[in-house]
């Protein structure tokens, strides 16, 4: 189907799994594979239907997120010519990146035999940088050099465009006034993902409560001021949340660590943020597949009552 599809429209069709980290790096793929011509497929808003697909297709002992992942990759499977899965090691001298960053590609592969990647190699410590990663795909889907190198610069200055706006966004939203305000902290594929964070985002903004996010913030700033909360973190996402973490604390009333099984990093890194910042009223919420909506809603009712009577106290 692929084929006949990439012929009838005379330009290959790349498909982007709206996950991991999609919800990171979205304006920068998208305008990098546009702008080489191709077709951009990008698969739906996770729904329960992508969802149980992934838990067919993963082992149980696999995180929720790579479960959601391998769902979303399998809409894509037949509709698009290639699928793009980054492959992601250091971004950063002395820092790793969670496993199932790296693993993404070994994985979809011994899943879906016979698909057909684009892969998007970096790796600092060995001089394999996202710039010249993105060459190489390019060179692969046009061999014009001087195409790709602009392909290239447009989609860094799309990303980079992005990333003022949100975080122009969440200072307003800092700033708005509200009865109460929360710090969700939660890596971006969780926060933003329709059946995980944006779930839990909803039910908060419907009891009336500003919504604060620590994975947008500026991420030198988050990476200098996540030393306020851990000098020995090296998994690069978590370490920009402690960062914003840092940030945002003093501007909120609760903050709410969102992590899914079995995530080891997080478990470790939330209960380290707890112990640090013993004043500031906190939850730890677990997501799973088998996580109900009745639930998720009372624990966010009561958390939200805990902070307006504390709130209403210290007047």
């Known amino acids: 189907m692929a084929a006949v599809l990439s012929q009838a429209t005379a330009a290959p069709v790349v498909g982007l799994p709206r996950a991991l980290l999609y919800h990171k790096y979205a304006p920068l793929w998208k305008t990098f594979f546009e702008s080489l011509g191709c077709k951009v497929l990008v698969s739906p808003a996770t729904n329960r239907a992508i969802l149980t ?187 920009e949340l402690l960062g914003g973490l840092a940030i945002y604390k003093d501007s909120v009333d609760g903050i709410i660590f969102l992590t899914t099984f079995p995530c080891g990093p997080d478990s470790l890194i939330f209960t380290l943020c707890q112990y640090v910042l013993k004043d500031k009223p906190s939850c730890v919420l677990t997501l799973d597949e088998l996580q109900g909506d009745a639930g998720l809603k009372t624990r966010l009712e009561s958390f939200v009552d805990i902070l307006r009577i504390k709130k209403e106290a210290s007047r």
Request: contains cysteine; proline residues 2%.
């Open 53 to 239: 697909q992934g838990l067919q297709l993963a082992i149980d002992e696999t995180c929720l997120p790579v479960k959601v992942f391998l769902g979303h990759v399998h809409s894509l499977i037949e509709k698009a010519d290639y699928i793009f899965i980054p492959h992601i090691l250091t971004l950063h001298a002395s820092e790793r990146m969670c496993v199932k960053l790296f693993a993404l590609g070994d994985l979809v592969r011994n899943v879906f035999r016979g698909v057909r990647l684009l892969e998007y190699d970096v790796d600092n410590e060995k001089r394999r940088t996202e710039f010249w990663g993105m060459v190489r795909i390019g060179l692969r889907l046009n061999p014009n050099i001087i195409a790709v190198l602009r392909a290239v610069f447009a989609a860094r200055a799309a990303l980079a465009k992005h990333n003022q706006a949100e975080l122009l966004k969440q200072q307003k939203q800092v700033e708005a006034e509200h009865d109460c305000r929360v710090l969700v902290v939660a890596h971006s594929y969780v926060t933003h993902d329709a059946l995980m964070g944006q779930q839990v985002s909803a039910i908060l903004r419907n009891l009336g409560v500003g919504v604060v996010y620590a994975d947008i913030a500026d991420s030198d700033a988050a990476r200098t001021r996540s030393r306020e909360i851990s000098a020995d973190c090296y998994w690069t996402y978590s370490k």
